[in-house]
């Protein structure tokens, strides 16, 4: 791996000479130049030019979609392999027969396991931004399931995808029978779902600094850009950030395999970093993708989980509810709709939803279903903004090239 570095990093050393012997004899016009060409595409969004970041959104999509078509007709094949496929398992789907309870199991696991790898994907890539489905959804999943299965001294509910709400078995069962392991099996399917979701969001990036490596080519990429900027001052690095990405770099070159998989087992913000790191050194996608699913999907995806279950196991959220009403002044008033909350979700537990029970609101679910929506429309809009950019940024590069063909 290092001798390959070595020699691409020659012919990049090569490529800049060439570079500024020829047509760039000016280098520091040239990155004035690209800084304000990313200040351009940063000013396209919404709420500053809305006609303009539209237009190019929509433009975008369609020549992606193009991009796309032409691709798929180049591997025509594995596309007439993939729909004769699809063919037989619609057609299994709608032949009657004894297989049919089979394929609604199947059916029910595979739309349960593709929600969370795409809630997954959607936290860790997050086309310019991040939408932090773990505290938007897995978060708060794990902990309506150990609050449930507290309360039922069972986790014998519904096997997922859950009715609207769970519901407590009607068999009874003895108080404290419920064990942590049970509530970590009950949870553990989507969970590891979602961490290989995170996994399979990681791949961008390191895609990018692979080909960018082999190529010669420096990509328009502020990460990669920083990434380079690293490299070249690794010397004289004083800051904390700094030095803390040059320890994720270093790891994760020297070790290999177990660097990535440290990195990727706990909670670490610069892990797309790592995966930068791991394409510039072409390091092989197998290495790279398998230490970052077992790290993501099994050993960081348990600590979370068991995170999530300690802090809302029974006595410990009784504990916190009892702490916000010792606060001066406003604990009481703070204290109640907490109350309100978890005695309403103890009610829905043991009565069925057409048993004539009211169904009052509680303002912290009304607050966080409110907060969702909020998340997932700043999503939207960031994606929109995100794909204006990128068409931005598809214009700038085709002047560039028309300039060097003059």
Not at 107 to 114: L, R, T
Not at 232 to 254: G, I, M, P, W, Y
């Amino acid at each position: 791996m290092a001798e390959n570095g070595t020699d691409c990093d020659q012919r990049r050393i090569g490529m800049t000479k060439e570079q500024h012997n020829g047509n760039f004899t000016d280098s520091s016009l040239l990155s004035e130049r690209k800084r304000k060409d990313r200040e351009e595409r940063l000013n396209i969004v919404l709420w500053k030019q809305p006609l303009v970041t539209l237009q190019y959104f929509f433009l975008e999509t369609l020549t992606k979609l193009k991009e796309w078509t032409i691709k798929l007709w180049h591997r025509r094949s594995i596309l007439v392999s993939f729909l004769l496929t699809l063919a037989v398992l619609a057609a299994t789907y709608y032949i009657e027969g004894t297989h049919q309870q089979y394929v609604r199991y199947m059916e029910k696991k595979f739309i349960w396991c593709a929600y969370w790898v795409g809630l997954g994907i959607l936290s860790s890539v997050g086309l310019g931004t991040g939408l932090h489905t773990f505290l938007l959804y897995l978060g708060p999943h794990i902990a309506s399931v150990t609050l449930a299965a507290y309360e039922c001294n069972s986790v014998n509910f519904p096997e997922p995808p859950y009715p609207d709400q769970i519901m407590c078995p009607d068999e009874e069962t003895t108080e404290g029978s419920i064990s942590l392991w049970a509530i970590i099996s009950k949870v553990r399917l989507e969970a590891c779902m979602w961490g290989a979701g995170t996994a399979i969001g990681e791949l961008p990036p390191y895609f990018m600094a692979r080909a960018a490596r082999l190529s010669g080519a420096e990509p328009d990429d502020e990460e990669y850009q920083e990434f380079e900027e690293m490299l070249e001052h690794a010397e004289t690095a004083q800051d904390f950030a700094s030095r803390a990405k040059l320890a994720v770099q270093n790891l994760v070159q020297k070790v290999g395999f177990f660097g990535i998989l440290a990195c990727a087992s706990i909670p670490n913000p610069l892990f797309d970093l790592a995966g930068i790191t791991c394409g510039h050194f072409l390091v092989p996608f197998w290495t790279f993708f398998g230490a970052t699913l077992i790290g993501k999907a099994v050993i960081k995806m348990h600590i979370q989980k068991l995170f999530v279950i300690i802090t809302f196991s029974k006595h410990i959220v009784e504990q916190m509810v009892s702490l916000i009403g010792a606060i001066p002044s406003i604990g009481p008033s703070l204290q109640k709709p907490f109350q309100e909350y978890l005695e309403a979700q103890r009610i829905k537990l043991h009565h069925k939803s057409d048993s004539g029970m009211p169904q009052g609101e509680n303002w912290l679910s009304w607050m966080f279903e409110k907060l969702v929506i909020v998340m997932v429309c700043y999503f939207i809009v960031s994606i929109i903004n995100s794909t204006a950019q990128s068409y931005a940024k598809r214009l700038q590069q085709k002047m560039y090239s028309e300039e060097k063909t003059k």
